[in-house]
């Protein structure tokens, strides 16, 4: 039988930035998003057609990472609510059929984790949680003692922090503040598996795993020299890590009726296919990146040029080489598609195309095959954050990259660009629902600055407008959930050039063809497509032209509906 998961359109929320709701008597809120703002929006996600929220971390945390340090996996932070208010979000999803699954990230701890505290005792029980090391020796008599190893991490720190307490470093990909958990200590697993079961049990539907490809150090030697993450080869996808996988779900995840999509870094197509693959018993579909980075250096870092035909290549080597994919154009740490892929902010000019541009990604993303994940905003057309200097950016991954690239005396402006280009701050600006105070995101000053257009880009406006974003999204959500093709027909490319893609799905006779123009400029139709020549007219288009008349006019996204 189909799992209920291929059904359905997801939604994640990042929960600081999506809704705050006010205090008791209509207080001023706290200028964070939490759970009962969540609650207030579920109306709103119910109609847009959303079927399962993924929710980013709602644990207590110090929030050095935004919740992704996790303090008490047991607990809902103060800061967004209550257990019993997670209790009624679960269940005021469920009235409207939505399912929840939870973020975990288990690669990791906070610092400030019981365990953590714990294990800096070297004769704690706990000691074996972490990974603990001595300096090594240093190379010549009465030199500096080294770190462990020449590892570097993912958030361009140092991987290894001394801890006076234990005389030793404790080994952690990400901040400081987020140790690494042990996975070859069994302990470790089976706290882990408490963890899954209690929010199982709390009616959660799954979970979304933070990096878990990663999770299990085999080794701790020196790694390669190389510019990204060096050491990767010693804890990407080894076979403790699949392992680790294979026993959660034989242990936990298959005795509930759930799912999980991992975040997997620097996966490529072979290693995905041993981590999802449906006999291997692992994950039920993942996060990959490839797609997203068509047109950067080093993973998101630095841009470069876009070709629609990359990306085209990129996507059918991933719709076609896995049997399920997680489909998804942003997420908290991307930046805005349409910033990214499309015109961007045009400043609400007459003829502007930021929002065909939005639509025309959105009818890409709804025509791909798998499990569509939409974030907060995108359906809206958000765009990237409009600060002005970094000091009105939070994210600390930005500001360590602004700390290297002065070491490495890249010129400011150079360094403001890519920052501007990489800030995972881009996606975690709060969501714009009207045009009233803060966005009407909070009645107080919120955590993260607001993006200025919000007057023009907001929830409230679009509502009502059949010609909105928003009604794009809904119209074409309705159209894929009702469509068997859409959601699980193969996918075919037919053709790609700088800025043209065009891709057909297809199911027993049934054929959707997209067109989609990813350039300002008009540009013409290499070929009539079989499915373009039978049918007159396009099911759907952002530009509503009834004949295309041999070309796509900027940001124009056509599909075609045929069957033999
Ligand atoms: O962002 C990336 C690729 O463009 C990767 O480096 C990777 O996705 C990311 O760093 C890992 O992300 C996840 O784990 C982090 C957390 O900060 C992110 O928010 C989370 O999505 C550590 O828990």
Not at 178 to 203: A, T
Not at 352 to 363: E, N
Request: aromatic content about 12%; glycine content about 8%; some cysteine.
């Amino acid at each position: 039988m189909k799992p209920w998961w291929k059904d359905r359109v997801a939604y994640q929320i990042y929960p600081r930035s999506f809704r705050d709701s006010e205090g008791p008597g209509g207080a001023p809120g706290d200028g964070i998003g939490d759970i009962q703002g969540i609650i207030s929006r579920l109306d709103e996600l119910k109609s847009l057609g959303i079927g399962i929220i993924w929710l980013s971390p709602v644990y207590k945390s110090p929030g050095a990472d935004n919740g992704y340090d996790i303090s008490d996996y047991y607990a809902v932070d103060p800061i967004f609510g209550t257990m019993a208010d997670m209790e009624r979000l679960f269940a005021e999803a469920a009235k409207r059929d939505i399912r929840i699954i939870m973020d975990m990230v288990i690669n990791h701890t906070s610092d400030e984790h019981e365990w953590f505290q714990k294990s800096r005792d070297p004769s704690s029980p706990y000691r074996e949680y972490y990974i603990w090391r001595p300096p090594k020796p240093a190379k010549k008599p009465g030199g500096k003692p080294r770190l462990p190893n020449n590892w570097t991490g993912f958030f361009m720190e140092d991987v290894w922090e001394y801890d006076e307490k234990s005389g030793e470093y404790y080994l952690h990909l990400f901040h400081k503040k987020q140790p690494d958990l042990n996975y070859q200590n069994p302990k470790v697993l089976e706290e882990i598996k408490k963890i899954f079961r209690f929010w199982l049990d709390k009616g959660a539907a799954g979970f979304r795993c933070d990096v878990i490809n990663i999770i299990y150090k085999a080794s701790l030697e020196d790694g390669k020299k190389s510019l990204a993450v060096r050491g990767i080869e010693h804890y990407q996808s080894q076979e403790g890590n699949h392992a680790v996988l294979r026993e959660l779900r034989r242990d936990v995840l298959d005795k509930y009726d759930c799912f999980t999509v991992g975040e997997t870094v620097m996966v490529d197509l072979p290693e995905a296919k041993l981590l999802c693959g449906e006999s291997r018993g692992e994950l039920d579909m993942l996060f990959y990146f490839e797609h997203l980075e068509i047109d950067r250096r080093i993973a998101r870092f630095i841009p470069k040029k876009f070709k629609a035909s990359k990306l085209l290549e990129v996507l059918t080597k991933w719709q076609q080489g896995l049997e399920w994919n997680a489909v998804y154009l942003e997420n908290h740490d991307q930046p805005r598609v349409v910033s990214h892929f499309g015109a961007g902010d045009d400043g609400g000019k007459a003829g502007g195309y930021w929002a065909r541009s939005a639509k025309m990604l959105a009818l890409m993303e709804l025509t791909l095959r798998g499990t569509v994940f939409i974030y907060q905003g995108q359906e809206i057309g958000m765009t990237n954050f409009d600060f002005k200097s970094l000091d009105q950016v939070k994210d600390v991954e930005s500001h360590n990259l602004d700390r290297l690239m002065k070491k490495l005396h890249i010129p400011g402006p150079l360094r403001w660009k890519w920052i501007k280009a990489s800030s995972r701050d881009n996606a975690r600006t709060p969501v714009q629902w009207s045009s009233g105070a803060n966005a009407g995101f909070s009645n107080s000053r919120p955590w993260l600055g607001v993006n200025s257009n919000y007057r023009r880009i907001n929830y409230e406006s679009q509502k009502n407008d059949p010609a909105s974003v928003l009604n794009f999204y809904k119209k074409l959500i309705a159209l894929r959930l009702e469509n068997e093709c859409l959601k699980s027909g193969a996918f075919v490319p037919l053709y790609a050039d700088t800025r043209l893609m065009i891709y057909s799905r297809e199911l027993e006779g049934e054929t959707w063809t997209a067109l989609l123009n990813f350039s300002g400029r008009t540009v013409k139709l290499p070929f009539a497509t079989a499915g373009v020549r039978s049918a007159r007219e396009p099911a759907v288009s952002n530009t509503c032209r009834a004949d295309l008349e041999g070309k796509l006019l900027p940001w124009e996204g056509a599909l075609f509906h045929q069957t033999s």
